[in-house]
């Protein structure tokens, strides 16, 4: 089973900053089968990023997903409010799927 | 409009049984890969189990042997049967899509379609 470890725990920032948050995987992962989920308290996730660099519907062009083997990255270039969320990571096996531990973004 | 909508989740002792809806609207539950997620109290996401569309069904190892995953296609539902409940999988239970896109020749996937989620207690 392939395990993801997401960093940081917690990234503290303001808006209009970068945000970069990081996923590794324990073993080579595909990028086709990478993705990258937002979660606000109380709500479904929502996809963003699939085959690790496209963005899903409607996912504002801010979001960029990037990596390859077993280093992927997600970037918020301009922090809006409405982006402090829990990120988590997921990939796709032939039988299962897997998610990171999530970064929580909040407020600085 | 796209959407799924669960149902099921409630107040069950250890060792009982719950069985979880998933009523889907705008899409064909056959025709997609359909998954089950859950996230307990304060805690991150875990996979539970996906069925395919050609009918093949998986399991995370935590719930592997006491719950299955299955789906009625005349009422575009999918469900899990959860048996001899533990305090454990008391949790948030989504339901999801997963999506398929063909680019460049390559398949890629991704959850890209939630229900609102039904909650699981499992306590004495």
């Known amino acids: 089973e392939i395990v993801l470890t997401q960093s940081p725990g917690t990234l503290s920032l303001s808006p209009g900053e970068r945000a970069t948050l990081s996923c590794r995987a324990s073993?080579?992962?595909?990028?086709?089968?990478l993705a990258w989920y937002q979660q606000k308290p109380g709500q479904a996730p929502r996809l963003l990023i699939y085959g690790a660099s496209s963005r899903a519907t409607g996912i504002p062009d801010r979001f960029s997903g990037s990596g390859s083997g077993t280093d992927f990255t997600l970037t918020i270039s301009r922090l809006e409010p409405e982006d402090f969320a829990v990120y988590y990571c997921q990939q796709y096996g032939s039988s299962w799927y897997t998610f990171g531990q999530g970064t929580k973004l909040e407020i600085k | 409009e796209v959407q799924l909508v669960e149902s099921g989740g409630g107040l069950i002792q250890p060792g009982g049984s719950l069985r979880l809806s998933c009523a889907a609207s705008?899409?064909?539950?056959?025709?997609?890969?359909m998954s089950w997620v859950r996230q307990a109290p304060g805690k991150g996401l875990e996979w539970v189990s996906v069925i395919y569309s050609g009918g093949s069904t998986y399991y995370a190892d935590s719930v592997k042997g006491r719950f299955t995953i299955s789906r009625d296609n005349s009422k575009n539902t999918l469900y899990l049967q959860m048996n001899s409940l533990r305090a454990e999988d008391t949790a948030v239970y989504y339901c999801?899509?997963?999506?398929?896109?063909?680019?460049?020749?390559?398949?890629?996937?991704?959850?890209?379609?939630w229900g609102q989620g039904t909650t699981v207690t499992v306590s004495s």
């Open positions: 073993q080579s992962v595909s990028s086709s089968y």
């Open positions: 999801a899509r997963v999506g398929e896109w063909l680019l460049r020749g390559y398949y890629y996937y991704g959850m890209d379609v």
């Open positions: 705008g899409f064909t539950v056959s025709s997609n890969y």
